[in-house]
């Protein structure tokens, strides 16, 4: 079992930055692949960024060039430094673990563990 605590969302104005954090207990962090998903108020959830256990990264088209995924296995935790932030960017927004993974984005069907979700609310 791995429990995962998501912090960092808030209110910020559009520009601007926010660092979602996702603090993991349980079984060994640097064993999975761990990504971020987030669902807009009406619409599905979908796939932001992911992180290889070799720390190889993607990211959905949308946030390229604007999100960084990062790990900490020392503090097994994982972060998503959001900058330029945008209004569409307005979502909860989730930490995810997936033990098998290949590559590409995470698919909600693969994830074996989740966040209880972080509230990000970007102004225009």
């Known amino acids: 079992q791995v429990q995962l605590v998501e912090s960092g969302g808030g209110l910020v104005q559009a520009g601007g930055s926010l660092r979602l954090s996702c603090a993991a207990s349980?079984?060994?962090?640097?064993?999975?692949?761990m990504g971020w998903f987030r669902q807009a108020p009406g619409k599905e959830r979908e796939f932001v960024a992911a992180?290889?256990?070799?720390?190889?990264?993607y990211y959905t088209d949308s946030v390229k060039g604007r999100f960084t995924i990062s790990r900490d296995n020392a503090k097994n935790t994982l972060y998503l430094q959001m900058n330029s932030l945008k209004p569409e960017d307005t979502a909860v927004y989730y930490c995810?673990?997936?033990?098998?993974?290949?590559?590409?984005?995470?698919?909600?069907?693969?994830?074996?563990?989740w966040g209880q979700g972080t509230q990000v609310t970007v102004s225009s």
């Open positions: 995810a673990a997936q033990l098998s993974y290949y590559g590409g984005r995470l698919s909600d069907g693969s994830v074996d563990y």
């Open positions: 349980g079984r060994t962090f640097s064993n999975y692949a």
């Open positions: 992180i290889s256990r070799i720390r190889t990264t």
